[in-house]
């Protein structure tokens, strides 16, 4: 799927892929995140051959044209998790908003583990 909207410049489709890669870059710069983690099969198999996916930990859905993002963190050790989920949540709707001019209905962060 992606994203398809329509302006004076005509019609814009944005791919899942490259909203994907740019919620997994924005995640990833939040205070606190040490590292995204692939929850796919294809993501692990992908790292395996040495490819890099730009969209590791990040699964976007769209239905409607509403943007629904699921987005797996490993934190720092020491940070206040709840507080630290709700800043990557708002910050990668923020983003992605900005980005494509659509709405985001749902940014759910799931923290998959601790790290020092």
């Known amino acids: 799927m992606s994203l398809t909207t329509t302006n004076k410049y005509g019609k814009i489709a944005i791919s899942d892929e490259a909203v994907a890669a740019v919620a997994a870059q924005v995640a990833s710069e939040c205070y606190g995140v040490v590292e995204m983690v692939s929850r ?7 790292t395996l051959w040495g490819r890099h996916k730009h969209g590791k930990g990040v699964k976007v859905a769209t239905v409607d044209n509403l943007v629904y993002v699921e987005v797996f ?4 050790v020491g940070v206040n998790i709840e507080t630290v989920r709700k800043a990557v949540a708002d910050t990668v709707k923020f983003a992605l908003e900005t980005f494509t001019g659509m709405r985001v209905k749902n940014v759910h962060v799931n923290v998959v583990g601790i790290r020092v």
């Open 40 to 46: 796919s099969l294809s993501d692990n198999i992908a």
């Open 73 to 76: 963190v490993i934190l720092k």
